[in-house]
């Protein structure tokens, strides 16, 4: 039984530590000039997706941004 609960215990834990919001920064280059935007209280897999959208615009101008 005690394995049990210690094993509930460190699932638990593991899952607080993966799906924690914190903030990231998406930096993007376009056309020689870089700029920083803060993405606020997401999880990685939603600065990720953010992060790509506005990486999908800045190719249009021959840009890139990247996900710090």
Do not use: H, N, P, R
Not at 2 to 13: C, D, E, G, P, W
Not at 35 to 53: H, L, N
Request: proline content about 0%.
């Amino acid at each position: 039984m005690k394995k049990i609960f210690s094993l509930l215990a460190v699932v638990a834990i593991l899952t607080a530590f993966t799906s924690c919001k914190k903030d990231y920064t998406c930096t993007c280059t376009t056309l020689g000039i870089e700029s920083s935007t803060t993405i606020e209280d997401k999880s990685k897999s939603e600065a990720e997706d953010i992060c790509a959208t506005a990486d999908t615009a800045a190719q249009l101008a021959g840009g890139s941004c990247t996900l710090d």
